[in-house]
């Protein structure tokens, strides 16, 4: 199923795994149930069962947060560690989320959407808006990370 080696596959789950848990940029508070980060679990652990990489949606605080707890999970029984799983968008990431991300040897994925889309995200997100992502906390951390787009900006 998959092809290619340690560093490159052709095969890949990402940007939404289920779409239940998915958030929306433009939200200020994603409405994710228990019940979702649960079957989310089931998903991501048969990908580290198959050794699976992970690309995947995640913006804000709160989503993050869910990723990082279930992948957590996950790792107790599959470690993710050289799976090449990555958190991509982060918007709101936090130097907590980055230590955890590093742990697991996870790699991050920041976005410059924020900045392209600056104005509506100044009205939805406030002053916190000027620093989505956080590049400077993101560069000084020492995680693995690059940037990438997937816009309607850059999309049309």
């Known amino acids: 199923m998959v092809q290619g080696d340690d560093y ?19 939200d200020v508070k994603p409405d994710q149930k228990p019940e979702d980060w649960v079957q989310l679990g089931r998903i991501l652990r048969e990908m580290a069962k198959a050794r699976l990489p992970l690309h995947v949606h995640t913006t804000l605080t709160a989503s993050i947060e869910g990723f990082l707890n279930t992948i957590e999970q996950v790792n107790k029984e599959y470690p993710v560690r050289n799976l090449r799983w990555t958190l991509i968008h982060l918007d709101q990431i936090n130097a907590s989320h980055i230590e955890r991300m590093k742990k697991l040897g996870m790699y991050a994925a920041v976005h ?14 406030g002053e916190r808006s000027y620093d989505m992502p956080p590049l400077k906390l993101v560069q000084d951390s020492g995680i693995t990370w690059g940037f990438g787009t997937d816009t309607t900006v850059v999309n049309q």
């Open 8 to 26: 490159l596959n052709t095969t890949v789950y990402g940007e939404q795994v289920y779409q239940p848990v998915n958030d929306n940029m433009l």
């Open 112 to 125: 410059t959407r924020p900045t392209v889309l600056g104005g509506l995200f100044n009205e939805i997100h």
